[in-house]
């Protein structure tokens, strides 16, 4: 029965915080300022990549290295978007701040894909694992730390509602950090609470981002 309700739950997750990403997307992507509008297209490869994943854990087929990899390549993509994001009100420095992201990505890609190929599986109670090694989920943690981490300050400075704004400091950093132990977690009680916090921080951050559209309407 534990198991029957893991495995329910496990889609029903993918779902939402895939729909969840992309509504954000949407709602950062109609908005005036450049930096919002990257920042919105970095949602959009995040949410891309979800959506492979979701299809992966629903389908669960033999093989999961081809859903895997079509997840990955959009949603390492999408910290170009971030990087963007990060780096519009620092001209002078984005273009460091891009070479950075950039060296990190293709370091990435190949490290996980070539030298330390990842192993996903799904555990007994039918939750997904990337099985990523040490090095790749060290540059992980660097690629979304330079782009993500630095867009996340450039987005709050950008929104002028002070309720707004510090929704989407303390939900952005929330997922943040659980899109980091998304991809490294080893332990089901470890990835089960984390689930639970990063859908109900997207829930807050694209209710909220809504809910200001119709009151600013």
Request: proline share 4%; charged share 15%; no cysteine.
């Amino acid at each position: 029965m534990k198991h029957l309700k893991t495995s329910t739950l496990i889609p029903v997750f993918f779902a939402e915080v895939t729909i969840g990403t992309l509504i954000l997307a949407w709602w950062f992507m109609t908005e005036k300022s450049k930096t919002l509008k990257d920042f919105g297209w970095g949602l959009l490869g995040y949410g891309a990549g979800l959506a492979a994943w979701t299809l992966l854990v629903f389908l669960k087929p033999e093989d999961l290295k081809p859903l895997i990899l079509l997840g990955v390549v959009p949603f390492l993509l999408a910290h170009v978007a971030y990087a963007k994001a990060a780096s519009a009100k620092l001209p002078a420095k984005a273009s460091t701040m891009m070479v950075i992201t950039l060296s990190l990505l293709a370091a990435t890609f190949v490290a996980r894909t070539f030298f330390f190929p990842s192993e996903p599986y799904f555990s007994d109670q039918g939750l997904l694992y990337f099985g990523l090694q040490s090095v790749p989920v060290a540059l992980y943690i660097a690629v979304i730390s330079v782009s993500f981490l630095p867009a996340i300050r450039a987005v709050s400075a950008e929104v002028k509602q002070a309720d707004l704004k510090t929704v989407f400091s303390v939900g952005l950093t929330i997922l943040y950090i659980t899109s980091i132990i998304l991809v490294s977690a080893k332990d089901d009680t470890l990835l089960l609470i984390n689930g639970f916090v990063m859908s109900t921080a997207l829930l807050v951050l694209w209710v909220k981002a809504l809910r200001s559209r119709k009151l600013l309407s």
